[in-house]
């Protein structure tokens, strides 16, 4: 069964970085499209970025673009978002999520199969 594990989150004035990394077991690594989606109080969950299995091809949310990075390295089992310039209203539960079948980054970003627990980002203004 896969397993997620996210770690990385924390509290960040805004301007700040972090960069958040979900640790992947279960299944071969690499036969998985891996993304990050946020949840905060109030608001829909929502993918912020999607990464296909060899890194070819991405997806960001319109806030994020230029400012977030998605990353994965299959050596490692290990999807990154690295998060520059962040902003109070990026602030919530980034969960990693992971999905075997071959969609489009548009299908991805309404949702994904598997899904971690959740790491916690909190932006002070």
């Known amino acids: 069964q896969v397993q997620l594990q996210e770690s990385g989150g924390g509290l960040v004035q805004a301007g700040g970085s972090l960069r958040l990394s979900c640790a992947f077991s279960?299944?071969?690594?690499?036969?998985?499209?891996m993304g990050w989606f946020r949840q905060a109080p109030g608001v829909d969950r929502h993918a912020v970025a999607i990464i296909n299995w060899n890194g070819g091809s991405t997806y960001y949310a319109d806030s994020v673009k230029d400012r977030f990075t998605i990353s994965r390295d299959n050596a490692k089992s290990t999807a990154y978002l690295q998060m520059n310039n962040l902003r109070p209203e990026d602030a919530g539960v980034y969960y990693c999520?992971?999905?075997?079948?071959?969609?489009?980054?548009?299908?991805?970003?309404?949702?994904?199969?598997?899904w971690g627990k959740g790491t916690l980002v909190t932006v002070s203004a």
């Open positions: 999520t992971a999905d075997p079948v071959a969609r489009t980054m548009t299908e991805f970003s309404h949702g994904m199969d598997y």
């Open positions: 279960g299944r071969p690594f690499s036969h998985y499209a």
